[in-house]
């Protein structure tokens, strides 16, 4: 039945002419869940979660006035027309678009939903201390120690190659994790993958 539903829309949709969809839209239908790429930024697999400052366009068939650019909010929620406030922070584009079509159910019937992740800006990474431009910076894929870094402009003349912390959230704790500079330089075993919420002190 449900095959048969949608051989039937898209044949009133082919007869009804081309959808009016906003700027880009058009790229972004083809893979309704596939998140575009954006600043750069690498496309987010399917196991993508969804975090705050992400830029999401929610598109409902059809129905141009409900389809829009929603930012995620810094308490994880996005605000959209008829459904108000929807928690979207940890959930993959799929799940939330399975939340927004049961949400949209009440106000009418099947609605088509997708979720496009557009901008990615919620995993991030600090640098502070011996370096040339502290600061928070996004993680846009793998990212060593060595490679945030080097996004900061490198060390000072100042800084203790040998005494560079990690500091990184477990549990109730918070991890301590020691990184030699020279040692890295010389052995790309001793460089290691950031987190997203690590921060990076540079004595």
Do not use: K, T
């Given at each position: 039945m449900t095959t048969l539903r949608a051989l039937v829309?898209?044949?009133a949709a082919l007869a009804a002419g081309p959808l009016p969809l906003p700027?880009?839209?058009g790229d972004r239908a083809e893979a309704q869940t596939a998140p575009a790429e954006s600043h750069g930024a690498p496309a987010p697999s399917g196991d993508y979660t969804i975090g705050p400052?992400?830029?999401l366009y929610i598109g409902i068939w059809k129905n141009e006035a409900l389809s829009r650019q929603v930012p995620v909010r810094p308490d994880g929620m996005i605000s959209l027309p008829?459904?108000?406030d929807v928690h979207a922070e940890g959930m993959t584009p799929m799940e939330l678009r399975d939340?927004?079509?049961k949400r949209f159910s009440e106000y009418m019937p099947n609605p088509e939903v997708s979720v496009i992740v557009q901008e990615i800006h919620s995993p991030k990474a600090s640098v502070l201390?011996?370096?040339?431009h502290p600061g928070r910076y996004d993680l846009k894929g793998r990212t060593t120690v060595l490679d945030l870094l080097a996004a900061a402009g490198g060390l000072t003349e100042f800084a203790?190659?040998?005494?560079?912390v990690v500091l990184r959230e477990g549990g109730a704790r918070v991890k301590r994790i020691r990184f030699n500079y020279d040692k890295a330089m010389e052995d790309g075993d001793a460089n290691f993958e950031l987190r997203p919420g690590d921060i990076l002190l540079v004595r």
């Open positions: 829309a898209l044949s700027a880009q839209a400052e992400d830029l008829l459904v108000n939340v927004l079509i201390g011996e370096v040339a203790s190659r040998s005494r560079i």
